[in-house]
């Protein structure tokens, strides 16, 4: 069975530092994975997705992430961070399973920015 | 293009009413998707709905139950009421089958408090 698990819960950096969250996923073949935001009292927001092209994904907001199938890994990164970057981040598989597959959803990890 | 709505944004009920929540997806999506988020257990898969039919559900009990419409409109229901269904259900839409896209459109939400 697919899963993941976001390895912080919540990540604290300062505006223009950069940003690391982390990502591991298990997976029995060739998975798709994504990354969500979700900022206060809104609803999520694909930030970027994998699906076997390029294994360095650039999405919105200059975010970015890397497929790293030896790491099992899918960590999520930012040059410099800014203060509207405080938010909720999903990191996201595709399970194709026999009963019509599902996304499953981390744990999440919460960013601070401290100015 | 107007995005996800949900309604009511917010609701209270007691211990074992029931409530039904409203889902329009984006014009043109066919596949809505309910999730349900709590601070413990994160977003949890409920069901996914493609062109009228369920095509997969979580592990909820059988008081959660949905359905879509041939406007592809959606409708969840959660009869006899807990406490611990007090959460933000979210719906989401997508042209196609979730797993097959990865690419979700989140609405903002409905909020259930049950006292």
């Known amino acids: 069975a697919q899963s993941v698990t976001q390895l912080d819960s919540h990540v604290s950096v300062s505006e223009g530092t950069p940003v690391l969250l982390r990502c591991n996923y298990s997976?029995?073949?060739?998975?798709?994975l994504f990354w969500y935001v979700q900022h206060p009292n809104k609803g999520l927001q694909l930030l970027l997705k994998y699906t076997s092209a390029a294994t360095l994904v650039k999405g919105i907001n200059g975010f970015e992430a890397e497929f790293k199938k030896s790491e099992t890994s899918f960590h999520l990164t930012k040059p410099s961070a800014h203060m509207s970057d405080a938010a909720e981040y999903f990191c996201v598989v595709s399970d194709r399973g026999n009963q019509g597959g599902k996304l499953i959803f981390g744990q999440g990890t919460e960013l601070s920015v401290k100015p | 293009k107007a995005g996800v709505t949900q309604t009511p944004r917010y609701l209270i009920k007691t211990r074992g009413q029931q409530v039904t929540l409203s889902c329009s997806p984006i014009?043109?999506?066919?596949?809505v998707s309910w999730y349900q988020q709590t601070p413990g257990q994160g977003l949890q898969f409920l069901f996914e709905y493609f062109s009228e039919t369920q095509r997969n559900k979580g592990n909820f009990p059988g008081r959660f139950s949905g359905r879509q419409f041939s406007n592809s409109r959606s409708e969840m229901n959660v009869s006899t009421l807990e406490l611990g269904d007090s959460a933000l259900y979210l719906c989401?839409?997508?042209?196609?089958?979730?797993?097959?896209?990865?690419?979700?459109?989140f609405g903002e939400g409905s909020r259930l408090t049950v006292l």
């Open positions: 014009s043109g999506h066919r596949s």
């Open positions: 997976s029995s073949y060739s998975p798709s």
């Open positions: 989401a839409s997508s042209l196609r089958v979730s797993t097959n896209t990865g690419e979700l459109f």
